[in-house]
């Protein structure tokens, strides 16, 4: 069983339309954060969502939101995409307060592309 | 502030030689380091981390870094590369857990036959 699961894989879609990608992880990891890796491979963090808290990551725009139904899921809604937000996406989780699980287990990732 | 940087966005070596990747740190605090590989087309996987315990820390395919305080350094290490190692490798840390890992720009291992 994939322990961190991002889909779609792929996504193409057309500037000014609303998008999705929904990540589920099967970890019991308590906290989980959305990635976006640019062009040039460069990894930074958009948001750390545990059920308690959301860090959101000052630089993000607002069309970026969030959505947890549970513990288990954290998915990205993106509205009004632009051609800047094609990079792929990456979902991660993490236990925060157990060092024997520090460092984050990723899923395959979301290559968005925006036409 | 932490952050870490990554010296060289590509190194190249020959299959059987040694591998060493650079990665310095900056942290007003104790920090965790984290070593990471991304195969082509592929999300992240863990491939050390050192979180206070022992300096040299021992990973998965034959890797290891050693965490040197003074030289502000985690530099990632391997004897003998292998065509498989051709990847992209990324440093990272946090300060205070798992929360929030900041990530060097990464550098590009090719492996030469």
């Known amino acids: 069983d994939t322990a961190v699961s991002q889909t779609p894989k792929y996504l193409v879609t057309q500037m000014g339309n609303d998008k999705s990608i929904k990540c589920e992880q099967n970890l019991g990891h308590d906290t989980m954060y959305w990635y976006k890796q640019d062009s040039k491979k460069f990894l930074k963090i958009m948001f750390s969502?545990?059920?308690?808290?959301?860090?959101i990551n000052e630089t993000v725009p607002n069309r970026f939101s969030p959505k947890s139904p549970d513990k288990a899921h954290l998915n990205l809604h993106i509205n009004s995409l632009e051609l800047g937000d094609s990079a792929v996406y990456f979902c991660?989780?993490?236990?925060?307060?157990?060092?024997?699980?520090?460092?984050?287990?990723f899923g395959s990732g979301t290559r968005l592309t925006v036409v | 502030a932490q952050s870490v940087t990554q010296l060289g966005s590509h190194v190249s070596v020959s299959e059987g030689a040694l591998v060493l990747l650079r990665c310095n740190y900056s942290s007003s605090v104790p920090p965790y380091l984290f070593w990471y590989v991304q195969y082509p087309n592929q999300g992240l996987q863990l491939l050390l981390k050192y979180t206070s315990a022992a300096t040299l820390v021992k990973g998965i395919n034959g890797f290891e870094a050693e965490f040197k305080k003074s030289e502000t350094s985690f530099h990632l290490t391997k004897p003998s590369a292998h065509m498989s190692d051709a990847a992209e490798y990324f440093c990272a840390v946090s300060v205070g857990g798992a929360n929030n890992l900041f990530f060097g720009t990464g550098t590009r291992l090719t492996v030469i036959p």
């Open positions: 969502y545990n059920n308690k808290e959301l860090i």
């Open positions: 991660a989780s993490s236990h925060p307060g157990n060092p024997a699980h520090y460092g984050y287990t």
